[in-house]
């Protein structure tokens, strides 16, 4: 059986008093759910939050991880050093990383072994742009970053792995890919990865959503039988909203 997630991406927001607040808020406010609920500060503020959410059932994750296992990387977080404040969970593949930090499909599958092998659990993100949509490639263009970061793997590997499809046009702007073209996708991404290995994997892996989810739009979005869940943006980091979106799983 697969699992319901929601996390929230804070991307490179919010200090540390304001990630306490904010953090203090939802562990407040969280309802009684069977969803996997997480969020992702800055690394900056890791530590913090693992210690803020010690008696919660959110999870702190990561939003980034290097694939090399210590040394000479200036500004770069080895798996070691997450596993070492309590993290277990890292994004890695945002379009974000790929766009302005020139992260390759190889570099995306260097990072995806790295974790697997230190047993951090990925959550793999990756989506077509506006101009592959517009011209029909977006299933090919997803199909390709699946099968070079991800085909390598073996059958058992995928429990840990949480796919997060992220159509870049939709990605902070107001603009959502309609429930029925993310089920479309994510329909696509279970039959891609079910004759890549077996139904099994396909069936079990959670693929969430990710693109302008709000609290007007979530529960929509969540009731197609292929969308498992949300990774959100902008609206998680406000409280009432990301909770909204929360209780729309
Ligand atoms: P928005 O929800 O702000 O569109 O961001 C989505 C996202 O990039 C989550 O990783």
Not at 10 to 21: A, G, Q, R, V
Not at 57 to 68: D, L, R, S, T, Y
Not at 113 to 122: D, Y
Not at 196 to 222: Q, T
Request: net charge negative; with cysteine; proline share 2%.
């Amino acid at each position: 059986m697969r699992s319901k997630i929601v996390a929230g991406n804070w991307k490179m927001n919010k200090n540390l008093d304001e990630t306490e607040t904010l953090l203090s808020a939802l562990s407040a406010k969280l309802p009684d759910t069977d969803a996997e609920v997480m969020v992702a500060p800055t690394y900056i503020n890791l530590t913090a939050a693992v210690r803020n959410l010690e008696s919660s059932k959110i999870e702190v994750i990561a939003q980034n991880m290097h694939f090399a296992e210590s040394g000479a990387y200036t500004g770069e977080i080895s798996a070691d050093m997450l596993l070492n404040v309590g993290i277990n969970t890292a994004i890695i593949g945002h379009s974000e990383r790929r766009a302005y930090f020139g992260e390759t499909d190889d570099i995306l599958a260097k990072k995806v072994t790295t974790a697997l092998e230190k047993g951090i659990r990925v959550m793999f993100c990756f989506g077509e742009e506006l101009e592959d949509r517009k011209s029909g490639n977006h299933f090919k263009v997803v199909e390709e970053q699946l099968k070079n970061a991800l085909f390598a793997l073996d059958n058992a590997a995928w429990s840990n792995i949480i796919l997060a499809y992220e159509p870049v046009w939709a990605i902070g702007t107001g603009e959502t890919a309609s429930p029925e073209q993310a089920q479309e996708m994510h329909a696509f991404i279970r039959k891609t990865i079910g004759e890549a290995f077996d139904s099994s994997v396909a069936n079990n892996v959670s693929i969430l959503y990710g693109g302008s989810v709000k609290p007007g739009n979530a529960e929509e979005i969540f009731s197609k039988p292929d969308v498992d869940g949300g990774l959100i943006g902008g609206a998680s980091l406000v409280a009432d909203d990301f909770i909204a979106i929360v209780k729309a799983i």
